[in-house]
């Protein structure tokens, strides 16, 4: 792909650092900041070089969500007929799988937060695995201040992580939720004093993960998002399978032998995928 316009991608020590880096236009999301993420998201998990992803941004706001600009244009909805508007289900699933690529990413995902995150700011950071957060960041569903319902995840995500009461709250007013009342909550692991501090938490957390058995971490993340969608009992049978398919005894043994000399593991890295379209 071409250098990201809207993105900084970094990957050090098996960390990807994805940056959000528009702060002129407040890290709004255009047509061009969907098409780039897709492609990010695409390599990451294609490639086995990175073992975590961290997303932060640059700044006042962490994102003001949708750019505006972009409901009149290559968003624009047709409401003209019943077959125009059929076709909003296939336009805004692709936009959906974009962020959904987060959630089904091989690797854990870290936000680092600071600022405003807004409208479709929390469509995205609903869907990583953890969320650090800045005193001054605030969440608000934007969506249904500009006559409209949010339509790309926060509504599907945030009742998992939140009481219900609270997202209904958010949902039909448009109030901000403070940082504070985000962790109280449980929408956030931890609130920091600055934007540098949560940077800091979030890659600490990451280097942690990436210093675990990659296939191990992998496995985790499978488990626990079908956990949150189904039955203790089919989650353990699933278990099963899943434990079955990727145990080692290699790694195990290598585990308790780095924590014994109190050093780290070495571990392989995932396999690289290759697409279908790509074998012939």
């Known amino acids: 792909m071409n250098k990201p316009t809207c993105f900084s991608l970094t990957i050090d ?21 969907w098409r780039e993420l897709d492609q990010i998201l695409d390599r990451l998990h294609r490639d086995n070089q990175a073992r975590v992803l961290v997303l932060s941004s640059t700044g006042k706001h962490f994102s003001a969500g949708m750019s505006l600009d972009a ?26 799988a974009t962020f959904t690529r987060l959630e089904t990413l091989r690797i854990p995902v870290i936000a680092a937060l600071h600022g405003g995150c807004i409208g479709g700011a929390v469509d995205l950071v609903t869907a990583a695995c953890i969320r650090f957060a800045s005193a001054d960041t605030f969440f608000c569903i934007q969506e249904i201040n500009i006559g409209m ?27 901000r939720l403070s940082a504070q009342r985000a962790l109280a909550h449980g929408l956030v692991n931890e609130v920091l004093p600055d934007a540098a501090a949560t940077l800091a938490a979030a890659m600490q957390c990451a280097q942690e993960i990436a210093a675990k058995p990659p296939v191990a971490i992998w496995g985790t993340k499978q488990a626990l998002h079908y956990a949150r969608d189904h039955s203790v009992d089919e989650s353990l049978k699933q278990m099963g399978w899943l434990q079955g398919a990727i145990w080692s005894n290699d790694h195990v043994r290598e585990a308790i032998t780095a924590f014994q000399s109190k050093r780290a593991g070495e571990f392989p890295p995932l396999a690289p995928l290759r697409s279908f379209h790509d074998l012939g």
């Open 149 to 175: 319902v949010a339509d790309v995840g926060t509504l599907q995500r945030i009742p998992k992580l939140m009481p219900m009461a609270l997202v209904k709250e958010l949902a039909y007013t448009g109030r």
């Open 71 to 96: 409901f009149g244009g290559e968003v624009s909805l047709n409401d003209n007929t019943p077959e125009s508007r059929a076709a909003v289900l296939d336009q805004l699933g692709e936009l959906q």
């Open 13 to 33: 020590q098996h960390i990807a650092h994805l940056v959000l880096n528009r702060p002129e236009a407040l890290n709004t999301m255009n047509m061009t900041f």
